[in-house]
């Protein structure tokens, strides 16, 4: 088989029910949210842009674009837990940098918005 039955059994694992931005955009407070389609990230950026906002902090949207493979998805998920990491030791005003180093690293091109 595809690895199909695999990727659904390590994501059943993982999480209860597939996530929707939507349904946490409302009372939720984020620093950052990372996507890793472009279109995912396009989404989130509209629908962020057009809601009501309860706080007035900054909102970093990533996109770091792993293929949807088993094989690319362990690596995407290696690589953006090192990013996060990174975003934690790290004064938000010193985030492109972070992602600069980031994409010269790793040879990916990251999509960012604030």
């Known amino acids: 088989m595809n690895g199909v039955l695999n990727m659904l059994d390590r994501n059943r694992k993982v999480k209860t029910a597939p996530q929707r931005f939507q349904d946490a955009m409302d009372g939720m407070d984020f620093d950052v949210i990372v996507t890793f389609e472009e279109r995912v990230f396009d989404a989130l950026v509209d629908a962020w842009s ?16 792993v293929k949807d493979t088993h094989e690319d998805a362990v690596v995407g998920a290696v690589i953006v837990s090192k990013l996060c990491q990174k975003f934690e030791e790290t004064d938000a005003e010193e985030w492109d940098m972070v992602i600069a180093d980031f994409e010269k690293e790793h040879k990916l091109t990251v999509l960012t918005s604030v």
Not at 51 to 65: A, D
Request: without cysteine; charged residues 10%.
């Open 50 to 65: 057009q809601r009501n906002p309860k706080t007035f902090g900054p909102l970093h949207i990533v996109n770091v674009p």
